[in-house]
């Protein structure tokens, strides 16, 4: 079993930067495949990146590809998405998830965070 907590939210203006973190404990993090997806009020939890346990392989929605770029670091048991290009769009409450398959949904990842905003104004 892993704990993520995901830090770095908060407002940005269009065109803008942020790096969301997500922080793991309890069972070694590179056992999994961790994803990032975003859900913005009345919509349904999106994908948005992942990366495989060893940060070799990853896969971006055609949204942020580009303009997203998810990395880890498993000796600190933290994976990052760093954002540029920022549009408002792309405003959503960010959560990280870790998983055992290399899926795209989100009924595939078994451990999720708690989110954290993403607001970009225009």
């Known amino acids: 079993q892993v704990h993520v907590v995901e830090s770095g939210g908060g407002l940005v203006q269009s065109g803008g930067s942020l790096r969301l973190s997500c922080t793991a404990s309890g069972e070694s993090f590179d056992h999994f495949v961790m994803g990032w997806f975003r859900q913005a009020p009345g919509k349904e939890r999106e994908f948005v990146s992942h990366i495989s346990w060893n940060g070799i392989t990853t896969y971006y929605s055609d949204s942020t590809k580009g303009r997203f770029t998810i990395s880890r670091d498993n000796a600190k048991n933290t994976g990052y998405l760093q954002m540029n290009s920022l549009k408002p769009e792309d405003t959503a409450v960010y959560y990280c998830?870790?998983?055992?398959?290399?899926?795209?949904?989100?009924?595939?990842?078994?451990?999720w965070g708690q989110g954290t905003q993403v607001t970009v104004s225009s």
């Open positions: 998830a870790a998983g055992r398959t290399w899926n795209r949904a989100p009924s595939a990842y078994d451990y």
